[in-house]
């Protein structure tokens, strides 16, 4: 992970708890009722969406590894949107990057393709809003 994508994935946890800072920061916090992402999350990281993942980081925590537990949260962010990169093709618009990637952590590949169709299509790009990231998105 370079500097930038770890720049990018710290934000991305600090935007999903504002409290987060670092690895002496982090915590188990608990979803609200309605959440449908589970009962405890860690900057985002839900039990019942990812539990094994969840509950390592958890262990790491209890065990006072914190921060193994923040370069786990971390990679996490990364592997999860590592295919912005991909549909950019390269690190050349960082900031482009970064609000995909945020999007995709938050709302998945399907909604962040929308999303990047749209904008494309506001500059004239004809692409059909599928969410599929193809060639043409590309």
């Not at 708890?17 to 309605?34: E, F, H, K, N, Q």
């Not at 962040?112 to 692409?127: D, E, P, V, Y």
């Amino acid at each position: 992970m370079n500097t930038i994508e770890r720049k990018m994935a710290a934000a991305i946890l600090r935007f999903e708890d504002s409290r987060v800072t670092g690895p002496y920061s982090l915590r188990v916090s608990r979803l609200p009722a309605a959440d449908k992402g589970g009962k405890w999350e860690i900057c985002g990281i839900c039990d019942g969406i990812e539990p094994a993942v969840f509950n390592r980081l958890k262990a790491l925590l209890d065990s006072g590894r914190r921060e193994e537990a923040w370069e786990g949260c971390l990679q996490y962010v990364l592997d999860n949107t590592a295919a912005v990169r991909s549909w950019l093709g390269s690190d050349a618009f960082p900031a482009t990057e970064f609000m995909l990637r945020d999007h995709y952590f938050n709302s998945g590949s399907r909604n962040t393709g929308k999303i990047l169709q749209r904008a494309l299509n506001i500059h004239g790009a004809g692409l059909t809003v599928d969410g599929i990231v193809g060639p043409k998105t590309r």
